[in-house]
């Protein structure tokens, strides 16, 4: 009985964190239903794009300063989220790294969006190889 308890209460923990793979669409969709200007959906969906392909269980690799990248958005755990491993972090949007491996984009959204208010699309450096002046920004006009 013991083990049946077990096995129920680690299948509900890590059913509850599921990873999705958006394409161009679906991403679009939702960052509209979560309320993201138009004119500024093009942007997110490129830098989810080139950041994490649209998976939002992305992981990067370890940076030079051995920091890592999460999500949709490849949040860096330098700054914006804890990463709960011991290394001190400004964790400025106040989470957990993990939150933003979720296939709920709530929570890196509302961190991507104070970034792009601190710094702007320029704090993502795929904005400036890849997004920026709508060169490689997908067309969403056939999303929403």
Partial sequence: ?????FCF???????????????????????SRLGV????????????????TYNTAAIGPLNS?????????QLNDRFWCDPQ?????SNVCGIPCRSLTTDDIGTSL???LQ???EQGFGA????NRQCRGGGASPNINDCL
């Fill in 110 to 112: 509302r961190c991507a």
């Fill in 9 to 31: 209460i680690l299948f509900y923990t890590f059913s509850c964190i599921v990873a999705r793979i958006f394409d161009r669409c679906s991403l679009a969709r939702e960052l």
């Fill in 37 to 52: 200007p138009r004119g500024d959906i093009p942007a997110w969906v490129c830098i989810a794009q080139y950041e994490s």
């Fill in 124 to 127: 993502w450096t795929v904005w």
């Fill in 115 to 117: 970034i792009q208010r």
């Fill in 65 to 73: 300063d051995g920091s890592r990248d999460w999500g949709l958005f």
């Fill in 85 to 89: 491993d011991g290394r001190r972090t």
């Fill in 1 to 5: 009985m013991k083990f049946q308890l």
